[in-house]
T-cell receptor, first 117, second 115 residues
Framework: DQQVKQNSPSLSVQEGRISILNCDYTNSMFDYFLWYKKYPAEGPTFLIS?????DKNEDGRFTVFLNKSAKHLSLHIVPSQPGDSAVYFCAATPRINSGAGSYQLTFGKGTKLSVIP | DTGVSQDPRHKITKRGQNVTFRCDPISEHNRLYWYRQTLGQGPEFLTY????????KSRLLSDRFSAERPKGSFSTLEIQRTEQGDSAMYLC?????????????FGQGTRLTVV
């Protein structure tokens, strides 16, 4: 049973436009969410995170939105650049010290973003 | 380079052989994680160390898998009697801070192919 779902395997966006990557989760114990970016032959690189006490976090061109009632989060990239082309993983973790699993990240399957020049 | 370092980057082995991977975390990080990633999937948690103590293990970590972090610095992951299903990218990550998983830094991974 997948607890973190990224239902779009791929997304193509024109350079300069907005990229929106979506993520849904099912485990109500998750309270911290992260996005990682991964280039081929490299490990995932941390991008941005959000705590469940917030509904938005912004860092430069990247904004993450969290809708707790819908158990949904999204990553917005504005404006999109060709260098943003990569696989984006959504990940979630339970509240720290909440028991087994509280130190592990649960990842989605990823969305491959292609930004077309 | 002060990032997470993994060795080797690639390993091809015959089924039934044992393999060992090494991870050197960022020096001041006391938390170390192993993940496994197969094609088309996100990374899956295997195990977690805080200093030298192994505090969590996934049910994915069968009896053939063992991980150590003897002095709280580098870590090794050994797979005994490898099977073709063990073929995957093995990722190591490290972090520092009260919330262990925030901003975990990943290494480039070791790609294992079992033939």
């Amino acid at each position: 049973d997948q607890q973190v779902k990224q239902n779009s395997p791929s997304l193509s966006v024109q350079e300069g436009r907005i990229s929106i990557l979506n993520c849904d989760y099912t485990n109500s114990m998750f309270d911290y969410f992260l996005w990682y970016k991964k280039y081929p032959a490299e490990g995932p690189t941390f991008l941005i995170s959000i705590s469940s006490i917030k509904d938005k976090n912004e860092d430069g061109r990247f904004t993450v939105f969290l809708n707790k009632s819908a158990k949904h989060l999204s990553l917005h990239i504005v404006p999109s650049q060709p260098g943003d082309s990569a696989v984006y993983f959504c990940a979630a973790t339970p509240r720290i010290n909440s028991g087994a699993g509280s130190y592990q990240l649960t990842f989605g399957k990823g969305t491959k973003l292609s930004v077309i020049p | 380079d002060t990032g997470v370092s993994q060795d080797p980057r690639h390993k091809i082995t015959k089924r039934g052989q044992n393999v060992t991977f090494r991870c050197d975390p960022i020096s001041e990080h006391n938390r170390l994680y192993w993940y496994r990633q197969t094609l088309g999937q996100g990374p899956e948690f295997l195990t977690y160390f805080q200093n030298e103590a192994q505090l969590e293990k996934s049910r994915l970590l069968s009896d053939r898998f063992s991980a150590e972090r003897p002095k709280g610095s580098f870590s090794t992951l050994e797979i005994q009697r490898t099977e073709q299903g063990d073929s995957a990218m093995y990722l190591c990550a490290s972090s520092l801070g009260a919330r262990g998983n925030t901003e975990a830094f990943f290494g480039q991974g070791t790609r294992l192919t079992v033939v």
